[in-house]
């Protein structure tokens, strides 16, 4: 029961994510919940300043994550905090990844 435990695991994020070719690479990208407009801050925390709104219908590339405020969102309450692009960060409590931990490396 273990295998499949892990099996799933691995591949929700896979399930729930689109996967684009860019340049020779493969980026994947998250959708941002259904129904929402999503703040994109410059920081990992509700106390960053807004750079921007996602639009509704939304998908993200997730570059890396970070801890920061906690947030409760459609998808949970979280204090992970995804880098969307350079000094863009969103809560992973609006980011489908189908998993309530880390999907890409930790952010330095």
Do not use: H
């Not at 995804?82 to 863009?88: D, K, L, M, P, V």
Request: glycine share 10%; with cysteine; aromatic share 10%.
């Amino acid at each position: 029961m273990a295998t499949e435990e892990t099996t799933e695991e691995t591949t929700k994020p896979a399930q729930t994510a689109e996967a684009t070719a860019t340049a020779g690479t493969l980026a994947v990208r998250y959708p941002v919940a259904p129904g929402y407009r999503v703040n994109v801050r410059s920081g990992p925390g509700t106390n960053y300043r807004i750079v921007k709104v996602l639009p509704y219908g939304a998908t993200v590339p997730i570059n890396c994550q970070c801890p920061g405020t906690w947030v409760t969102g459609p998808y949970g309450t979280t204090n992970l905090w995804s880098n969307i692009a350079s000094g863009q960060f969103v809560s992973d409590a609006y980011i489908k990844t189908g998993s309530d931990g880390y999907v890409a490396p930790r952010c330095s």
